[in-house]
């Protein structure tokens, strides 16, 4: 099989169904933003790391996969049989942000990104993350149905954040409260 079809040459791609959409269609950006989202997610994978948080970072990725492919269906349905996202992979997210914050100081105030590189990897996923959501919410307007889908999005968010300071804990990296000028 090729790996280009020359059907996208003149701006217009294929959803799960058959329906062609502009590549500018909100329901484009959306599934494409939650695919630039797994590959933040691989590259943070990729970093200085605990196995278990290495772990969960791919059960993430598999779980982004299923929001793309749900993403990329058209609203009027698909033959396809699809995954799909339940309750219990949110409930995943919050046992492990849960697990973390355990072993964390309180927060007093937002945090500046950075510290080591592998922190702002986790940031910069986080920021995608919240990209993502709001395309989705965008989505809902053209009439995506899913809410669980946003659910797990703005979940995700909080993982990645909380993520991020279990990182710079555990690799001993400054933590930088923002300090309002007033």
Same mark, same amino acid.
């Given at each position: 099989?090729?790996?280009?079809?020359?059907?996208?040459?003149?701006?217009? !791609?294929?959803?799960?169904?058959?329906?062609?959409?502009?590549?500018?269609?909100?329901?484009?950006?959306?599934?494409? !933003?939650?695919?630039?989202?797994?590959?933040?997610?691989?590259?943070?994978?990729?970093?200085?790391?605990?196995?278990?948080?290495?772990?969960?970072?791919?059960?993430?990725?598999?779980?982004?996969?299923?929001?793309?492919?749900?993403?990329?269906?058209?609203?009027?349905?698909?033959?396809?049989?699809?995954?799909?996202?339940?309750?219990?992979?949110?409930?995943?997210?919050?046992?492990?942000?849960?697990?973390?914050?355990?072993?964390?100081?309180? *927060?007093?105030?937002?945090?500046?990104?950075?510290?080591?590189?592998?922190?702002?990897?986790?940031?910069?996923?986080?920021?995608?993350?919240?990209?993502?959501?709001?395309?989705?919410?965008? *989505?809902?307007?053209?009439?995506?149905?899913?809410?669980?889908?946003? !659910?797990?999005?703005?979940?995700?968010?909080?993982?990645?954040?909380?993520?991020?300071?279990?990182?710079?804990?555990?690799?001993?990296?400054?933590?930088?409260?923002?300090?309002?000028? *007033?």
């Amino acid at each position: 099989m090729k790996i280009y079809t020359k059907t996208g040459d003149l701006g217009e !791609t294929s959803l799960l169904g058959g329906e062609r959409l502009k590549k500018s269609h909100v329901q484009i950006e959306s599934y494409g !933003t939650v695919d630039e989202l797994n590959s933040w997610i691989g590259l943070l994978r990729d970093q200085e790391m605990s196995e278990e948080y290495r772990a969960q970072l791919i059960e993430i990725q598999d779980r982004l996969f299923t929001i793309g492919s749900l993403l990329a269906t058209s609203l009027q349905g698909t033959k396809m049989k699809l995954p799909e996202i339940s309750n219990g992979d949110i409930e995943y997210l919050e046992k492990n942000i849960d697990e973390m914050n355990e072993e964390l100081p309180e *927060m007093r105030s937002f945090v500046l990104p950075g510290g080591h590189t592998t922190v702002s990897y986790a940031h910069i996923a986080r920021c995608v993350c919240r990209r993502a959501e709001r395309l989705v919410v965008a *989505m809902k307007e053209v009439g995506f149905e899913q809410q669980i889908v946003l !659910t797990y999005l703005n979940r995700l968010s909080d993982y990645l954040f909380v993520l991020s300071r279990k990182l710079t804990q555990d690799l001993n990296a400054p933590e930088i409260p923002w300090k309002p000028r *007033m």
